[in-house]
């Protein structure tokens, strides 16, 4: 009996300490986790700076860029900022716009995030030579010069005289059914407007019958080898042409130099009515060509050669800047909107001053469209000349 009485004894003392030691160990584990810091949900905080603009000559790709990198802040030690997008300052950045994206992580994982933008911008393309935007083409020790008799902005109430012929009856009178007439042409707003229109009653000339008005405005003055010309057009949007181009006149020239040269820099449509292939572009492409024919000796080559590219558009719907730089007697380089499109060697030797001319003409390949082709907006009918200008090089 004393034995069974100190066995009970004994397990209800092991019983009581265990249970002691039980919620004393709980305790101390509580005060442990007291101890402990709270759980961190406050998020870091970083700023970014405004928007970075830079300019750039119109000849440049990109530049290099500084500016302040953002560093994030935390309630406690340990954040971390980190650059997710971009290019860190001092790198080279490219023209057009860079986003640059940071981010800051704080020691328990929250983030924030801030951006900002570096925009290169090329300057507008110099008014002192060609409108060039990839490539400056200047040979080294030479310089664009203005030739001023080639050249004009059209700021004027009318048409400089000194400079341009607005039609010549005596001359070419234009091609059936389009014939040229003066009174479709006007200078206003800083354009040279040649606006197109159909005939109140037909015309007939020579044998041809006339139902519609164009333009046709040629230069006083020639240009020669080594001469860039371009204009800032924008076409018609109807069947009749909008161009730019050159022409020799074949009776000044004598001996194996009677004979047409032609330079085509831009001829176009506004209004495809005709269904050859060659033509399904032509109300959103620059197409050129060359011309070599009727020469006095059969020895002199004669032909043509032309190229095109697409202007990405409709050709009425804004204005291009067509060029083309007649660098030498055999090769010509043509340019769209500032830029290369590529280059043509003529079949005849390129050699002889040439007129320059604007004109609205229709095309025996695209014929008059049942409805008369004339039924839009003035505005419409009207090819603009923003400008045009001729360069040579000269000696610096």
Request: glycine content about 6%.
């Amino acid at each position: 009996m004393m034995k069974k009485r100190r066995l009970f004894k004994s397990i209800f003392i092991l019983l009581v300490s265990a249970s002691t030691c039980f919620t004393s160990c709980s305790k101390d584990e509580a005060n442990e986790e007291e101890k402990k810091d709270p759980v961190d949900i406050t998020d870091p905080t970083i700023t970014c700076e405004a928007d970075v603009t830079v300019n750039v000559d119109v000849f440049s790709s990109g530049t290099v860029v500084t500016y302040n990198t953002p560093v994030g802040t935390d309630n406690l030690a340990g954040a971390v900022t980190t650059q997710t997008e971009g290019k860190v300052s001092g790198a080279s950045f490219p023209t057009g716009t860079t986003k640059n994206t940071f981010e800051v992580k704080d020691a328990t994982g929250n983030t924030a995030t801030c951006s900002f933008n570096v925009i290169v911008v090329k300057n507008a393309p110099s008014e002192t030579m060609p409108y060039l935007v990839e490539v400056d083409i200047t040979p080294s020790g030479k310089e664009w010069a203005k030739v001023t008799d080639l050249s004009d902005e059209f700021d004027g109430a009318s048409l400089d005289a000194t400079k341009w012929q607005n039609t010549d009856a005596n001359r070419w009178i234009g091609r059936a059914p389009g014939i040229f007439k003066a009174n479709t042409v006007s200078v206003a707003d800083g354009d040279l407007k040649l606006t197109a229109y159909q005939l109140a009653a037909p015309e007939v000339v020579n044998g041809n019958t006339f139902t519609h008005a164009g333009s046709n405005i040629y230069s006083k003055k020639i240009a020669k080898v080594g001469y860039y010309t371009e204009c800032r057009m924008k076409a018609n949007k109807t069947f009749m042409s909008s161009t730019f181009w050159l022409i020799n006149n074949r009776n000044e020239g004598s001996g194996c130099d009677r004979r047409v040269t032609e330079l085509d820099i831009q001829e176009c449509v506004g209004q495809v009515t005709g269904t050859s292939d060659f033509a399904q572009k032509f109300d959103e492409s620059i197409h050129s060509n060359t011309h070599s024919r009727q020469a006095d000796c059969p020895e002199t080559p004669t032909g043509s050669a032309g190229d095109d590219a697409p202007t990405d558009v409709k050709v009425w719907a804004d204005y291009h800047v067509y060029a083309a730089w007649w660098k030498s007697a055999d090769e010509i380089i043509f340019y769209l909107d500032g830029k290369r499109v590529y280059s043509i060697t003529p079949k005849g030797v390129f050699d002889l001053p040439m007129y320059l001319r604007m004109v609205v003409e229709t095309y025996n390949w695209n014929p008059v469209p049942a409805d008369g082709g004339m039924t839009g907006t003035e505005a419409e009918r009207t090819t603009y000349y923003d400008w045009v200008r001729t360069w040579e090089l000269k000696d610096k």
